[in-house]
């Protein structure tokens, strides 16, 4: 079946530091592919996706580019800050029985020290 | 506009139990998730909705648990007898279909704690 493997965490980084969050994934076909985010004390919401191979997701200055030739999804950001502490995860929906299931991965905590 | 709704936000009973979660999606979302987390586990898909039927059942972890959706709207996750093991925190989503593109819209989940 589906799966989604991420790095584990926590990621502890000072601010202003680069980030990146490796994923990859096994999956039939063509899935699409999404990062969301869960803020300390909040439900998971949407951070960015991508739909097709060399598709590239951006938001608030993330950013994760679908490639297929090596099955990852790595997430990426130039400069962090407090405020993006936060655990994140990578998630997939692929077709599976005729039904476009979603997988995700456990999930990897990011910590951004002052 | 409203989100995702999950009650009771707690739920703490007692092994052998039955527990009932519900779900209120927002409204014209006509796809619907349960997901079970638990503590440094990722998301473990349960069960989606398409409408009112189930397409895949095959995430429920054992025939203690059910789901149902009624009128295409709110859902119900029922735990039978319920085990220590099931401790978790229970998330609900829902999209507008349920395409490959879709964006999922998470509740802020059910905190289940089985003594």
């Known amino acids: 079946g589906d799966s989604v493997t991420q790095m584990e965490g926590p990621v502890t980084l000072s601010e202003e530091a680069f980030l990146t969050i490796n994923c990859t994934y096994t999956a039939t076909g063509y899935p699409s592919l999404f990062w969301y985010v869960q803020y300390p004390g909040e439900g998971l919401q949407l951070l960015l996706k991508?739909?097709?191979?060399?598709d590239k997701g951006s938001n608030k200055g993330f950013e994760a580019t679908y490639r297929k030739e090596t099955t990852s999804f790595h997430l990426e950001k130039g400069s962090v800050q407090v405020s993006d502490s936060a655990v994140y995860f990578c998630?997939?929906?692929?077709?599976?029985?005729?039904?476009?299931?979603?997988?995700f991965g456990r999930g990897t905590s990011l910590i951004v020290h002052p | 506009g409203a989100g995702v709704s999950q009650s009771p936000s707690n739920k703490v009973t007692e092994k052998g139990k039955d527990v009932e979660l519900r779900c209120d999606p927002i409204s014209g979302h006509t796809a619907l998730y349960w997901y079970r987390q638990s503590l440094g586990q990722g998301l473990e898909f349960l069960i989606y909705?398409?409408?009112?039927?189930?397409?895949?059942k095959s995430g429920l972890p054992s025939d203690r648990f059910s789901a149902e959706r009624t009128g295409g709207s709110v859902s119900t996750l029922t735990i039978q007898r319920t085990q220590q093991e099931d401790s978790a925190v229970y998330l609900c989503a829902s999209s507008l279909g349920g395409s490959a593109q879709e964006t999922q819209y998470f509740g802020p989940g059910t905190r289940l704690l089985v003594l």
């Open positions: 909705f398409q409408g009112n039927s189930a397409p895949d």
């Open positions: 991508a739909t097709k191979a060399d």
């Open positions: 998630a997939l929906r692929g077709l599976s029985g005729g039904s476009y299931i979603p997988t």
